[in-house]
């Protein structure tokens, strides 16, 4: 696993996820004005110095409730509210758009590309803010010089990180399957046309060498797909041609986007499932939640600005209808940890607790963010 993958996989879920709010504000016709808002709200947030700083550590991802409950916190960072299966679609449509960007990339490095093309759209977003601007550029830069110089090796093993993550998404998304790159059971149909990664030739072609390193021989054979020369090297510059359309948005167009869970309740309900297993880094989740959402700085809207409640599906019965179906494991609020598993965790576990109570007039301030949080929930 890379400890490089976690701003790639929120900075390009992030950018999905303003691409759907920006086109459901324009189809609910919201005011300009408050549209403007909320965008410049969440992207001020989703780029504020000190959660990008958490970020950009190294380390693991975590579980998908984490990430989720980042996002959920982040989509009503302003005075734009979802209600529950509203923030499901969002969330599936978002985790899907970038599945699909990861599977279809044509090298591991292209994955820097196609967040850039995330990072030029967000600033586009915010092109009248300058300050919020400021930000994203400031992210921008630390981008390129983290990821433009990393191996291709590291790249390689941030792709497989990210597909081990989304691995058991198979949700069905009705722009996919217009455009058939998405089959009813929620599998992606990887192309077998098209340019060939940069740096690659075209197949069909096979050419032998002798000792010398000279060239003795050629066979051509018969390709299965019909292939073309590689495009030019996208620039990873903070200006510049991208030449991968990856990553850009598709909903600038404007068509109706649905998720059908029927056939992909199973996967949903084995993620419940495994989110209420006990999981042996719940700590340093609660940790990660508490300099994440720390790092959040979630805006109060003033006493004359109206909050307004955004609508991701068609109509309301559509969304009620959705909420209706939700598996329920999904409407528990309440996160399961269990610290004892066998005997030797639990002489552990007796060992610990005496060191407690030797300490326990110590200040609580010695204790760390995931301890004050397990407590509170051993309060619950």
């Known amino acids: 696993m890379s400890l490089r993958t976690l701003p790639l ?13 920006d086109q459901r504000l ?3 016709s919201i005011p300009s004005d408050k549209a403007k808002k909320v965008m410049n ?7 504020n110095k000190k959660f990008m700083e958490e970020l950009f550590k190294p380390q693991e991802l975590y579980s998908k409730k984490a990430l989720r409950t980042v996002f959920d916190r982040l989509a009503h960072a302003s005075i734009m509210r979802l209600n529950q299966a509203s923030m499901d679609k969002l969330y599936d449509l978002m985790t899907m758009a970038f599945k699909y960007q990861v599977l279809l990339c044509p090298r591991p490095k292209d994955l820097i590309l196609v967040t850039f093309n995330h990072m030029d759209a967000v600033k586009d977003f915010v092109r009248d803010s300058p300050s919020i601007l400021n930000q994203v550029d400031e992210t921008f830069k630390q981008l390129i010089e983290l990821y433009s110089c990393l191996p291709v090796g590291e790249f390689q093993l941030i792709r497989q990180t990210l597909l081990v993550f989304f691995q058991d998404l198979h949700i069905r998304v009705s722009i996919f399957l217009k455009d058939k790159v998405q089959n009813s059971n929620g599998r992606f149909v990887l192309p077998v046309t098209g340019p060939v990664p940069c740096g690659t030739h075209v197949p069909g072609l096979i050419r032998m060498f002798n000792y010398n390193g000279e060239e003795v021989k050629q066979r051509k054979f018969q390709t299965v797909g019909n292939y073309t020369s590689a495009l030019a090297e996208g620039s990873l510059n903070l200006f510049g041609d991208r030449i991968i359309k990856l990553g850009t948005n598709m909903y600038s167009v404007s068509r109706q986007v649905e998720t059908h869970m029927k056939g992909t309740m199973k996967s949903s309900s084995v993620c419940a499932k495994e989110n209420m297993e006990p999981n042996p880094l719940a700590k340093e989740e609660l940790n990660l939640l508490a300099r994440l959402m720390g790092g959040l700085d979630v805006k109060k809207s003033a006493g004359n600005e109206s909050g307004f409640r955004l609508n991701l599906f068609g109509t309301d019965e559509e969304e009620d209808q959705a909420a209706t179906i939700r598996p329920p494991e999904f409407s528990e609020g309440v996160v399961n940890i269990q610290a004892i598993k066998d005997q030797q965790q639990q002489e552990e576990l007796v060992r610990i607790m005496g060191e407690f109570y030797v300490q326990e007039q110590q200040p609580k301030h010695d204790c760390s963010k995931g301890d004050d949080l397990l407590a509170m929930m051993d309060n619950l």
């Open 9 to 21: 996989l929120f900075i390009n879920l992030g950018g999905e996820m303003l691409y759907i709010l």
């Open 41 to 47: 709200d969440i992207v001020s947030t989703m780029f």
């Open 26 to 28: 324009r189809a609910q």
